[in-house]
């Protein structure tokens, strides 16, 4: 009998497209590739669909003890916290009751695992990945494996131009699903006071209010400005650009690991936070547009006309990233599951 797997995610206006980008990408990956797999969206919004070409249904609110009850070998979670929760809010489901032999769960987040530890919940799931920089390497606890830091973020190769011009004339500006804090205008309007010409692509989401959208396509740009609308695959559409920008979300390392150099925009402490080892490790470059525009505008300017900058980008981008993500993720996949079938 074939396997089953099961893949359940969220999107919305407040929480983009992350979650959803991110499970659909570990759901390509060769370890499921004979697999008949199923997706449960939880959103509002019946064009999202459009988003994946596997098997989706589309729900305002997921039954946990149901699903959990259903024959799928590996059921993958990658939803905001909140859907957790019971209905009143308050009481947060206990997976250790709900759990059957037979599934296998994965769970992706950042730090939400560690926050349960920490609050003494007990939360049976089989593994947790957070494929993203963390103080914390790959460990077991409690009979759980946590996966962490950016070996564990799928990837998609795909091939790319190789080199780096004298001026980094081709710009691509993404700021999620919804943009709310209305980032790609104040960007515009940035690179539009640049003594440059510029060949701009600005990505629109599925989520953008109607206003922004209609100040975005009214803005009288000197810079050619190319919209895209429902972009299904962000990697292969950015690929040839010599200067990204974007915000803290999981589309910086979607670019850092193409090797692509990346201008991060953030606007508070907390921003700010999540960007610490992006900066430390010197993978972008970090605006404030809450402190002096002059110096915002140079700084891009800088990165834009130096061919130097932007390949010592590249290069510390390769220092952390490599082509076999994938493949490091499926050995692992494949050890755990003979390792937690042998328990059972």
């Known amino acids: 009998m074939k396997k089953k797997a099961l893949f359940i995610s969220n999107a919305s206006f407040r929480l983009g497209l992350g979650h959803l980008k991110r499970v659909y990408k ?13 997706f449960l969206l939880i959103s509002n919004q ?37 859907d957790f929760f019971d209905k009143g809010g308050k009481k947060l489901l206990n997976l250790n009751k709900l759990k059957t032999r037979n599934n296998i769960l994965i769970f992706f987040d950042s730090l939400y695992p560690y926050s349960l530890i920490k609050r ?52 691509f500006v993404t700021f ?13 309007e940035i690179l539009d006071k640049l003594k440059l010409k510029l060949n701009i692509k600005l990505v629109i989401g599925p989520f953008f209010l109607k206003k922004n959208i209609s100040k975005l396509q009214s803005f009288n740009s000197r810079h050619n400005i190319k919209f895209l609308y429902n972009i299904k695959n962000l990697e292969k559409t950015f690929l040839n650009s010599d200067l990204v920008f974007t915000s803290s979300g999981i589309t910086r390392y979607e670019v850092t690991s193409s090797m692509i150099p990346l201008i991060v925009v953030y606007s508070s402490k907390e921003e700010k936070k999540y960007n610490y080892f992006f900066q430390k490790k010197g ?9 002096n525009e002059k110096q915002t505008q140079k700084t891009i300017q800088d990165v834009i006309t130096s061919k130097k900058q932007r390949i010592k980008l590249k290069n510390n981008c390769l220092k952390v990233f490599n082509n076999d993500n994938n493949n490091y993720i499926n050995s692992k996949l494949k050890l755990i599951e003979n390792n937690l079938n042998e328990n059972k």
Request: proline share 2%.
């Open 176 to 188: 999620g699903g919804s943009d709310i804090n209305s980032y790609s205008l104040k960007i515009l």
């Open 46 to 82: 019946k064009n999202i669909k459009s988003f994946t070409d596997i098997n989706t249904k589309i729900v305002k609110r997921i039954n946990l003890k149901k699903i959990l009850l259903e024959d799928y070998n590996f059921i993958i979670f990658d939803i905001a916290n909140a």
């Open 26 to 38: 570990f759901s390509k990956i060769s370890f499921f590739s004979n697999y008949k797999k199923n």
């Open 283 to 291: 993978l972008s470059i970090l605006i404030n547009l809450k402190q």
């Open 120 to 171: 003494k919940i007990n939360f049976n799931a089989d593994i947790f990945i957070t494929p993203y920089f963390i103080n914390k390497r790959s460990y077991k606890f409690n009979n759980t494996y946590y996966l962490n830091g950016p070996r564990f973020f799928c990837k998609q190769n795909f091939t790319k131009k190789k080199d780096t011009p004298l001026i980094g004339k081709n710009i």
